[in-house]
């Protein structure tokens, strides 16, 4: 008897551990060029915000990375790992990034839902919609810009 709850025990903190390591980022990479056109190397500190229209609008959200480091043109980072994403992802969203002191580039491109996403709305019922989850396709569509400019 003594055995079994210490595996029921046991079994429970592994769970509660477990869930306790769930982070709500969203994993977020892209591909950086200078004014040239030339692969960016080195760090920079970037700037990613989200809005609710293509153009202008009041930021919902925003977190500042720094020493963000790129290389060959690539970087990969956590949104929500500086600021938490506290919005409910129930309607369209367009990000915006803007490197060192430039503002944000431009097209913003609409945040596309992934797989996952699209399992986790039809886990809730035929009704529901998936939305707002990044999309890491289109590498290239931001306008590139050179660091800190």
Request: net charge negative.
């Amino acid at each position: 008897m003594k055995k079994h709850v210490i595996v029921v025990l046991l079994t429970i903190l592994l769970i509660d551990t477990a869930f306790a390591g769930l982070t709500e980022t969203i994993t977020y990479q892209r591909y950086l060029t200078d004014a040239s056109g030339q692969p960016v190397n080195g760090t920079v500190d970037i700037t990613f915000s989200i809005y609710d229209v293509q153009e202008g609008g009041a930021t919902l959200w925003t977190e500042t990375q720094t020493g963000v480091t790129v290389t060959q043109g690539r970087y990969g980072i956590a949104l929500g790992s500086v600021t938490p994403l506290n919005l409910p992802f129930d309607a369209q969203y367009y990000p915006g990034i803007a490197i060192g002191a430039d503002p944000d580039m431009t097209p913003r491109l609409a945040l596309m839902s992934m797989a996952h996403a699209f399992q986790a709305a039809q886990a809730d019922g035929p009704s529901s919609t998936a939305t707002g989850i990044f999309n890491s396709a289109g590498l290239t569509n931001h306008r590139s810009r050179s660091p800190g400019r």
